[in-house]
């Protein structure tokens, strides 16, 4: 019977799609499966790394606090050094005093910076003239060597 085959034909084409459902959904199972346990091991291993990384956190506040409270002591410390040293220096120079020699050699802010423009004068005109001295000797030695 020639209908009997297509009957035949339709119903294994049927099954055959109800086998492939049946592996997708197998599949897909599965494939659920493997995501909630990689979503739980990633859970997992995120948690170990946030309590790995607030013990650093720790470690490295605990660290800077001890660094910052010896850095403190050691400038308390120094500063009293330094305090001592300078109520030494001041008993010295008391003990010392102004000698009348020196005192007569002593200039002034103001003498010191007049002074100290007058030597920038002195060497700037000083400069000028040996360019001048040595342009002029070369310009010299040029027209006697060339004939210009």
Same mark, same amino acid.
């Given at each position: 019977?020639?209908?009997?085959?297509?009957? %035949?034909?339709?119903?294994? &084409?049927?099954?055959?799609?109800?086998?492939?459902?049946?592996?997708?959904? !197998?599949?897909? %199972? !599965?494939?659920?499966? *493997?995501?909630?346990? +990689? $979503?739980?091991?990633?859970?997992?291993?995120? /948690? %170990?790394m946030r309590q790995g990384m607030q013990?650093?956190?720790? %470690? @490295?506040?605990?660290?800077?606090? !001890?660094?910052?409270?010896? *850095?403190? $002591? &050691?400038?308390?410390? @120094?500063?009293?050094?330094?305090?001592?040293? /300078?109520?030494? @220096?001041?008993? $010295?120079? +008391?003990?010392?005093? *102004?000698?009348?020699?020196? &005192?007569?050699?002593?200039?002034?802010?103001?003498?010191?910076?007049?002074?100290?423009?007058?030597?920038?004068?002195?060497? *700037?005109? @000083?400069?000028?003239?040996?360019? =001048?001295? =040595?342009?002029?000797?070369?310009?010299?030695?040029?027209?006697?060597? =060339?004939?210009?």
């Amino acid at each position: 019977m020639p209908g009997g085959n297509k009957l %035949d034909e339709i119903s294994e &084409a049927i099954g055959g799609l109800r086998a492939a459902v049946r592996e997708l959904i !197998r599949r897909a %199972d !599965r494939s659920d499966e *493997t995501g909630e346990s +990689r $979503h739980r091991e990633n859970q997992s291993a995120l /948690g %170990d790394m946030r309590q790995g990384m607030q013990v650093a956190i720790s %470690d @490295l506040r605990d660290a800077s606090n !001890r660094r910052y409270e010896e *850095t403190a $002591h &050691a400038i308390a410390e @120094l500063t009293l050094e330094v305090k001592s040293q /300078g109520d030494k @220096l001041e008993e $010295h120079a +008391r003990g010392i005093g *102004t000698r009348p020699d020196l &005192a007569a050699l002593s200039i002034g802010r103001g003498k010191l910076m007049l002074l100290a423009g007058l030597g920038m004068v002195t060497l *700037t005109l @000083l400069g000028w003239a040996l360019q =001048f001295s =040595f342009q002029w000797l070369i310009q010299q030695l040029l027209k006697m060597k =060339f004939g210009g």
